[in-house]
């Protein structure tokens, strides 16, 4: 799922998604009272072996000698910027962050937002996207013994959620809301190749 997920933001802001075929990954989750975050980072690397400028496709060779042949669509700029012996660094950040609203009055629904930032004309191709969902649902049901909230979105639908924290679980109320916010977001950047050493 975060592979294609991966693949797709990268697509839209520099249209290399198999670049992180071989990931890194790392992440981290904290809670207070009434609030939970996780927290996800994967990084990878690429080199340009080859570059055709009259099908504007790229061959990586990625860190464990696989070669991948990826197109880059007229949306990335500067194609001609790019030159074997190139680096290519992704990073993707994903993260989940849980409020619980005592007695909320938000609306209940969701907002979204993205953006994409491209490299300026004449720098190395490269940007950032991101994207960010906001959500509120209203408890209707808490259930202590089975460790679950029931919630319900602005279209009537009622989901439940598993509060595995007794702590935590104590907190929430019927008519409580819960606002849970997620964001994506991946960077993509050019290195450009060591320059020749001199004879």
């Known amino acids: 799922m975060r592979a294609t997920l991966l693949a797709t933001l990268v697509a839209a802001a520099f249209a290399v998604p198999v670049a992180l075929a071989q990931p890194q990954m790392s992440g981290a989750v904290a809670t207070a009272p009434g609030q939970a975050k996780a927290v996800a980072v994967v990084t990878a690397t690429a080199t340009v072996e080859s570059v055709d400028p009259a099908t504007r496709t790229v061959v990586l060779k990625l860190k464990d000698g696989k070669m991948r042949t ?26 989940l962050t849980v409020d619980l609203k005592k007695d909320g009055k938000a609306i209940l629904g969701q907002t979204q937002r993205s953006s994409v930032e491209r490299s300026q004309p004449g720098a190395k191709p490269g940007g950032v996207a991101i994207h960010e969902l906001t959500a509120v649902a209203e408890v209707v049901k808490v259930d202590p013994a089975k460790k679950l ?14 509060v595995h924290d007794p702590e935590q679980l104590k907190l929430v109320k019927k008519g409580d809301q819960v ?17 020749p050493k001199k004879k």
Do not use: C, M, W
Not at 150 to 158: F, R, T
Not at 179 to 195: D, K, M, N, R, W
């Open 70 to 95: 990826v197109n880059a669509g007229a949306e990335v700029r500067n194609f001609d910027q790019i030159k074997v012996g190139d680096t290519v660094h992704a990073k993707y950040v994903e993260s």
């Open 149 to 162: 909230v029931s919630v319900k979105n602005d279209k009537g639908e009622v989901f439940d959620l598993a």
């Open 179 to 195: 606002q849970a916010t997620y964001t994506e977001s991946v960077a993509i950047g050019l290195e450009p190749a060591p320059a």
